[in-house]
């Protein structure tokens, strides 16, 4: 018997509630709803859905309120929704532990795409299922190898300096999803580094220089403007 | 001599705000005056002679520039408000028409699919589906818009720029183009070093892809559409360019400006994108005055 992924949906507006069961349920997913944050808490410490899809605007509580509380006792994927554009929301969603971000309106294949990629990326961060990667991680000509600290490109070395490799080989870790400017300089640069993107861009210039083609038509590392960077995994749209 | 004191007065007066600093820079006059160039000379003595009439003077000047200072910057701020109503007065109508189309186009489809669904062969509820998607995918763009608008006028404080590099701006709006477009041919030509620019991300990214959108419908599907970044000294510039219908020197006046006059060739609502140039105008006003 097939097991079916349970995914909760956290949306007040039944309109949008409606479509995602229909859509979710149409792509082989078994579908949970709540229409508050404390329906959606009380459903996700019962129920334990595989992936839960959460819209930030809530009658009762902040969206983000949810997410926190989740975040102290699970790392379950979750998936934010949300009509918010502005790139702070996403940021500090983002920052907050969620997986992913969609802005309202969003098309199907993306919701689904993006379903996907958080359920792949969290059973390759449980170690659930095999790790098809090891040691490696390959999207296109490119192949990030994490013993050797070596990026190639077709083969070919592309010559990373330290930081550079740190840089590319955090982004492959979590490819197709978004990682803000902030995380990724604490992570490099240390929590006590200015919070000054200056440096980042640099590194980033001089790498897509190393490994795209084009660095204006970066096939491996997109930009999400005013937010972070992605690694493209080959899914995410 | 005395006069010294006056025109510190006129000038402490004409550049600060309000009146407190004018009176007060009067009154030190006043001291100083007293101080300096009346009997007892470098004491303080406060005869009754000539003493309130200086005082009087001083504080008349002051009050007085204080007052036209006073007037001259709120004319500015009338001024400068007028501007950005009429601004958004031209936008709202530009609106206002963008969004109507589009709406009647999915009321009617939606209905037309609900209420004679029967009677319409798959093939044409498929196009009507089609179409519903087609013209909410174009107000999607237009609330974008809108959203820049207001972006801009709550930054009236606080216009966020940060060092950017100008490739992945470009880039970003090309793939967000390419994304609507699949089959617009756009180049990206960028400078071989990177390219540091202080900017608003999201508002110029908004930019390029109005001008790529523009290009693209009224230029009527150019062959190729080309973003260029040079770097000049003290400038950096971003240039679009397509080799497609060309714009009629006719509209050039308004093309900016939202206030394009609808022709009896615009019968298609994507046709008459008036938003957003004025949008690309008023980002880029706004970034040259920040």
Known sequence: MEVRDRVLVVEDDSSITNLMKTVLRANNYEVLTASTGAEAI???????????????GLPDMDGVSVLQQVRTWSAMPILVV?????????????????????????????????????????????????????????????????????????????GLTQNEFRIVAMLGRHAGRVITYDSIIREIWGPGAQRDNKILRVNMANIRRKIEKNPAQPEYICTETGVGYLMADGDSL | MPLVF?????????????????????????VGVNYVFTYPYFRLGFTP???????????????????????????????????????????LRAVSHDIRTPLTSIVGSAS?????????????????????????????????????????????????????????????????????????????QVPAEALLVP??????????????????IHGKKPSQIRIDVTARPGEARFCVEDNGAGIDPGVLPHLFDGTLPLKESDSDSRSSMRIGLSVCMSISRRTTAA
């Open chain 2, 112 to 188: 037309a699919i609900l209420e004679s669904g029967d009677a319409l062969d798959s093939g044409q509820i498929r196009a009507l589906l089609k179409d519903i998607q087609t013209e909410a995918q174009w107000l999607t763009r237009i609330v974008e818009n809108i959203l820049s608008i207001t972006r801009m006028n709550n930054a009236d404080t606080e216009l966020q720029t940060s060092e950017e590099l100008a490739e992945e701006i470009v880039g970003s709006a090309a793939v967000k183009f390419r994304k609507r477009y699949p089959d617009a041919a756009v180049a990206v």
């Open chain 1, 42 to 56: 009380s459903l996700i410490t019962s129920h334990c859905p595989d992936l839960v899809i959460l819209d930030l």
């Open chain 1, 82 to 158: 949300s009509a918010r554009t502005h790139e702070r929301d996403k940021v500090e969603a983002l920052d907050l532990g969620a997986d992913d971000y969609i802005a309202k309106p969003f098309g199907t294949p993306e919701l689904l795409a993006r379903i996907r990629a958080a359920l792949r990326h969290y059973r390759l961060r449980t170690g659930a299922g095999s790790s098809p990667q090891g040691d490696f991680f390959q999207t296109g000509a490119l192949r990030i190898d994490y013993a050797r600290h070596r990026v190639y490109v077709d083969g070919r070395d592309a």
């Open chain 2, 199 to 216: 900017m608003d991300p999201v508002l110029i990214e908004q930019v390029l892809v109005n001008l790529l959108d523009n290009a693209y």
């Open chain 2, 49 to 91: 002679t000539g003493y309130p009439l200086t005082f009087v003077i001083m504080l008349a000047v002051s009050v007085l520039v204080c007052a036209l200072t006073t007037q001259i910057k709120q004319q500015e701020q009338v001024t400068l408000d007028m501007e950005r109503e009429k601004m958004r007065g031209n936008l």
């Open chain 2, 6 to 30: 006056v025109l510190a007065v006129v000038v402490i007066s004409r550049l600060t705000d309000g009146y407190f600093y004018g009176i007060l820079g009067s009154v030190v006059a006043v």
